[in-house]
């Protein structure tokens, strides 16, 4: 599967962003599928997985509250909207299928897309 993430900018903080996944090469509809972002200097990290019925929901301790994964097997896109952005938000964020447990990433990593929270 190919992933190509969209929806990135740059935003105040407190403010709101939508990004949004489309895969390609296969259906969604049986993975398991996650964001992740890689902040400047630091590894990159899980923030979000939501599991193939679309019942299960996982979200790191730092965005909890703020973020919301879903996902539309129908469009083969998985979208976080993020509300009430803070400034340690800022990286680059990117989707891919997970491990439905582990939540490792399973495909080859997308270009990602830009979020940057700046007053």
């Known amino acids: 599967v190919q992933l190509q993430e969209s929806g990135g900018g740059l935003v105040q903080p407190g403010g709101s962003l939508r990004l949004s996944c489309a895969a390609s090469g296969r259906s969604t509809r049986n993975l398991s599928l996650g964001w992740f972002r890689r902040a400047p200097g630091k590894e990159r990290e899980f923030v979000a997985g939501i599991s193939t019925s679309g019942q299960v929901k996982n979200y790191a301790d730092s965005v909890k509250g703020r973020f919301t994964i879903s996902r539309d097997d129908a469009n083969n896109t998985v979208v976080l909207q993020m509300n009430s952005l803070k400034f340690e938000d800022t990286a680059v964020y990117f989707c891919?299928?997970?491990?439905?447990?582990?939540?490792?990433?399973?495909?080859?990593w997308g270009q990602g897309t830009q979020v940057t929270v700046s007053s």
């Open positions: 891919n299928a997970v491990h439905p447990r582990s939540k490792v990433a399973l495909a080859s």
